[in-house]
């Protein structure tokens, strides 16, 4: 029982052991550079996952959570030049509780009507960041973010901010993982399968789509912490509709539901395009792929897509190996 | 004092009456039945039973306390739950996944032990499932615990349906057309089960057309037609009331109902 669980453990330590290696033999920036991306849109795929994929409420807005985490982080760090900690927690809340503002409404919505609603709400969130000027100083976005210092180190290499970023994506990874593990995790998905039957059984349908609505953008919002300390400059071009549409395209590649399959489609979706810099115009063809892929895919679990089955496939032989239980610690 | 009492309960939609003036009883530890004709307004009687849709008039009581036109999310709680005419399993999550969905009221504990993954957590997650895996195993399903339950036949998925809502032990388990689709011997195995149910501290409001059934399960049944009880009584009395029959295959024919 005990050196089961020892080795229950011994692959995700590992796993964490290699990432965080990587900050530390990798000198080149750019490379650490794209590293840091992969943290930072890893956090927004898996958060989306967490309403779209496992809860089913698909969501085209949540670059709007991001660009409300990023700002609120910024304009606190640079008008009250508070430890960037309190900033990222600053950021979660604003989006969480904005979340929760627009997710009450929304969420009695569902399907396509949800789908609008949140393609509104993006577009307005990034209208009042381009419009509302005495805040955001507008189209010239926000200069002169200050860089995190955390225990009195300023973070300012890359490889320092890759550390950095992977314990936020690692801890946000956790907290999901932990979610999905539980009877909230499982509720989602009852809600994903079907909502008359989830409130037959006592669940609050309604509130759990909220709660976890408000979880993700919350999520979001830290992750557009780490992007505005990063990139020291933000503006609102980065926070627009594309990008709500290229997280979901990450979450439905890893596959719907299918949280390490969310962390390895950001990662694909980030380094592809980047070595194959010159085949950039194409990136939104796949996606309009993907996303046609998705309404065919409506209601389909996530061992129904071609990586969530071959995902399943080597994570099934990996816990045949191990001797485990099937069903346990699945999302 | 009866477990539930139905009094003067109407619903329509539109110009359509679909349940008008509807009362009934069900006392602890009966099987109750509701039979009608296709559209009589059985369905509805249980939507309005379990909040889906609000009374325009009347009261429902169960266990002393107004139910009537709460929030559907609430009824389990109290001790009533339901299975639906067209099965409603959550297809793509396993046969104990279902079963723990079934059970997750009576698993207690908040989001923060989820987060953080304590030690309360596990311990709740963990007798949830062994309760899970006994029912399933009364069932004789413990096979298929990890199956996901759309690759199930549909009888074990109905069977599936009545274990989700038994599971957290409700006083009144309402079922709406548990045989329908199922082969003579699932049907038999089906009434032998439902029959042992209100040994088992459940009772039974039951929604079926087949006859034998519910002639030889039933303690008491009324009839509907047109939204309005047209008859009730014990099975005896129901099978040779004239005006079921008439219901059932108008004036002048011959007894199907009473046929069995
Ligand atoms: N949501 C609704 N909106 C409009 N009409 C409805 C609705 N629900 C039920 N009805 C109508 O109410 C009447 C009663 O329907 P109900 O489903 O209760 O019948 P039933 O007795 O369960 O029939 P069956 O044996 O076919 O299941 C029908 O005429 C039906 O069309
Ligand atoms: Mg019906």
Redesign the interface.
């Given at each position: 029982m005990k050196i089961q669980k020892v080795k229950k453990g011994i692959l995700p330590v590992l796993l964490i052991a290699a990432l965080y290696g990587i900050p530390f033999c990798v000198k080149n920036q750019y490379m650490l550079r794209i590293g840091v991306y992969v943290c930072i849109y890893s956090i927004l795929a898996c958060s989306l996952n967490l309403i779209s994929g496992v809860c089913g409420q698909v969501s085209m807005g949540h670059a709007a959570f991001y660009g409300i985490g990023a700002y609120a982080s910024a304009l606190v760090a640079i008008h009250f030049g508070i430890n960037w900690v309190v900033c990222v927690i600053a950021a979660a809340i604003a989006a969480g509780v904005i979340g929760v503002l627009i997710g009450i409404p929304a969420l009695k919505l569902s399907g396509g009507y949800l789908v609008i609603c949140t393609v509104g709400f993006g577009e307005l969130v990034r209208l009042i960041l381009l419009n509302w000027v005495s805040l955001t100083r507008g189209p010239m976005g926000l200069v002169n973010i200050p860089r995190p210092v955390l225990f009195g180190v300023t973070i300012k290499s890359g490889s320092q901010y890759m550390v950095v970023a992977l314990t936020l994506f690692l801890l946000i990874y956790l907290i999901l993982h932990n979610i999905l593990n539980s009877k909230y995790g499982r509720n989602l998905k009852a809600i994903r399968e079907d909502e008359i039957a989830a409130e037959t059984m006592g669940i609050h349908v309604h509130r759990e789509k909220v709660i976890a609505f408000a979880i993700a953008a919350a999520m979001a919002g830290a992750a557009g912490s780490l992007l505005a300390h990063y990139m020291l400059f933000i503006s609102p071009t980065i926070f627009v509709g594309d990008f709500s549409t290229n997280i979901l395209s990450m979450v439905v590649l890893g596959g719907m539901g299918f949280m390490p399959g969310s962390v390895i489609a950001a990662t694909l979706l980030t380094v592809i395009p980047e070595t194959l810099r010159g085949l950039d115009k194409y990136r939104m063809l796949i996606y309009g792929f993907l996303l046609i892929g998705l309404m065919l895919g409506k209601n389909v679990s996530w061992e129904t897509t071609a990586l969530g089955r071959w995902g399943a496939g080597i994570w099934g032989k990996i816990r045949q190996r191990r001797g485990l239980k099937e069903g346990d610690g699945k999302v | 004092m009866s477990l539930l009492t139905v009094s003067d309960v109407s619903k329509s939609f539109g110009g359509l009456a679909a349940v008008s003036h509807m009362s009934f009883e069900v006392e602890t530890g009966q099987i109750v039945s509701i039979i009608g004709p296709n559209g009589a307004g059985k369905t509805t009687v249980f939507n309005l039973l379990?909040g889906?849709y609000t009374c325009d008039e009347g009261s429902i009581l169960f266990d002393g306390e107004e139910i009537s036109n709460l929030?559907?999310?609430?009824?389990?709680?109290r001790g009533l739950?339901?299975t639906?005419q067209n099965l409603?399993?959550?297809?793509?999550?396993?046969v104990?996944?279902n079963v723990?969905?079934?059970y997750?009221?009576c698993?207690s504990?908040g989001?923060l032990?989820?987060?953080?993954?304590t030690r309360k957590?596990r311990q709740?997650?963990q007798k949830?499932r062994e309760r899970a895996m006994e029912i399933l195993r009364d069932i004789e399903m413990d096979g298929y615990a990890?199956d996901r339950c759309m690759n199930l036949p549909y009888g074990v998925q109905k069977q599936l349906e009545i274990a989700?809502a038994m599971v957290?032990g409700p006083k009144l388990l309402l079922l709406d057309e548990p045989a329908a689709g199922l082969n003579p011997q699932e049907t038999d195995q089906l009434a032998s089960f439902i029959q042992r149910l209100p040994g088992k501290g459940y009772s039974i409001l039951l929604i079926e057309h087949d006859m034998s059934l519910v002639m030889n399960i039933s303690d008491y049944i009324y009839v509907m037609d047109y939204g309005k009880k047209i008859a009730q009584g014990i099975p005896g009395e129901v099978q040779k009331n004239p005006q079921v029959i008439e219901a059932y295959i108008g004036k002048g024919g011959k007894s199907y109902v009473a046929g069995g």
């Open positions: - | 379990t889906f929030p559907p999310y609430t009824y389990v709680e739950t339901r639906f409603k399993l959550f297809p793509a999550m396993t104990l996944e723990l969905i079934g997750q009221s698993i504990y989001r032990d989820a987060v953080f993954h957590k709740a997650e949830a990890k989700r957290s």
